[in-house]
């Protein structure tokens, strides 16, 4: 087995991206599944920590990374101690994160005697669902998309005109309280600002209604953080989907922070079983 653990590359906006890499070694070239993590998220989280087995028992090589500006650092790439950082992040550096980390992996990042780069997936949980799903409607090198707990849309309730967007953009600043951490987690208004300006980029629906490649999209009908309509919205979308629901999943499938247990969350290993499962014909 091969691995890679922390491996700083330098992103497009000035903050390295962490990245994981684990591989079976056997000589012979491999698909190659890239994980993104979600709002408030980082690679390491709970169940997230643990999934890299699952994939190379399939014969995957896994990479896994950190945005570069999620709040995490070297030292602690662990929640979120640059709350600077957080409240710096947008969705199109996170795009940018995105294309950086394939870059990566493509310019000689990754042993090219054990990866198959022209059988790459792009597998995206919660937010960077979103951000998974404009990036495989933009970028050729990935041949399969793969959404957790999707979003369907980057548009916020914060976003809409109104005495919060008001405020908002007067202070500068917005905040939101992680529960987990109990930190107050700033939003900068260069956040809202960076959404208006790039709606064409971010525009979810439209990528979605683009896709031609297979694109596996998995939810729980319990999720209470993103609704199971963002799901169906994407499967209307998306002409080459499949969409698997799981009856009274959570949005993490289970999973929490810290995950101590030796096996899976149920609901969590049937999403690796459906997310490895080779990809169909579509509907």
């Known amino acids: 087995m091969k691995t890679l653990k922390h491996h700083p590359i330098l992103g497009r906006h000035g903050r390295p991206i962490f990245v994981d890499v684990q591989s079976p070694s056997t000589g012979t070239p491999k698909p190659l599944a890239v994980f993104l993590h979600g709002y408030k998220g980082f690679k390491d989280w709970g169940v997230f920590a643990q999934m890299d087995e699952a994939f190379t028992d399939a014969g995957y090589v896994v990479l896994k990374f950190n945005f570069s500006h999620n709040g995490g650092t070297a030292d602690q790439p ?8 957080f409240g710096q992040n947008t969705y199109t550096k996170e795009l940018d994160d995105v294309q950086a980390v394939l870059d990566w992996a ?22 960077g669902g979103g ?15 793969v959404t957790w707990a999707a979003v369907s849309t980057l548009d916020r309730p914060i976003f809409q005109p109104g005495p919060a967007l008001d405020a908002w953009k007067a202070s500068g600043v917005t905040y939101i309280r992680n529960g987990r951490t109990l930190q107050d987690m ?7 600002e960076d959404f208006q300006a790039h709606r064409s980029r971010l525009d979810v629906e439209a990528a979605a209604r683009s896709l031609a490649i297979p694109h596996t999209i998995i939810h729980g009908d319990g999720d209470d953080a993103v609704p199971l309509a963002h799901a169906e919205s994407l499967h209307q979308w998306s002409r080459n989907s499949t969409l698997h629901v799981l009856p009274g999943a959570n949005h993490v499938f289970g999973g929490r922070h810290p995950w101590n247990e030796a096996a899976l969350p149920e609901d969590f290993q049937r999403v690796l079983d459906w997310t490895l499962r080779p990809a169909g014909s579509g509907r």
């Open 78 to 85: 662990i929640d979120f101690p640059d709350l600077e950082a």
């Open 106 to 127: 493509f310019e000689g990042g990754l042993d090219a005697a054990e990866v198959n780069l022209e059988d790459v997936t792009l597998i995206g949980h919660s937010r």
């Open 131 to 145: 951000i998974a799903t404009l990036t495989a409607a933009a970028d050729a090198r990935v041949k399969r998309l």
């Open 186 to 192: 700033p939003h900068f208004f260069s956040f809202y």
